[in-house]
């Protein structure tokens, strides 16, 4: 956990621990690399659902283990149990983790990052 992984808002730090949103963002992470290797050429995988409970505080330089196991693959549909431990093995924050398999171009999305936001899934 750095200094970047704290709790912060648009007013600054809001405590030198490890922030619920980070948290989020690395349990989602830990879950796509679980999608990865599902993927067909052509296919990605967007979030659909996040679940997460923080049990925990992290301090700043804390070691983390972030763990995500398939739990439920139906369809397109990927949900993921993710769990947190600290270097002692306790558990800081546990969730899960729901992702769709979907044609990117559904979103608009162009190699060359010329994507445009107006179009969306619907």
Known sequence: MTEADRAAFADGVVHDVYGTACMVRDMEYAARLVLLP????????????????????????AILDLTATATDQSGRRLVCRVEARGAD?????????????????????????AGSPDKGAR
Request: charged share 20%; aromatic share 2%.
């Open 38 to 61: 599902l993927l067909e050429p052509g296919e990605e995988g967007v979030g659909a659902e996040v679940w997460c409970r923080h049990l925990a505080p992290v301090p700043v330089g």
């Open 89 to 113: 093995g306790g558990l800081v924050g546990e969730g899960t983790v729901t992702q769709v398999i979907i044609d990117p171009t559904r979103l608009g999305d162009h190699p060359d990052g």
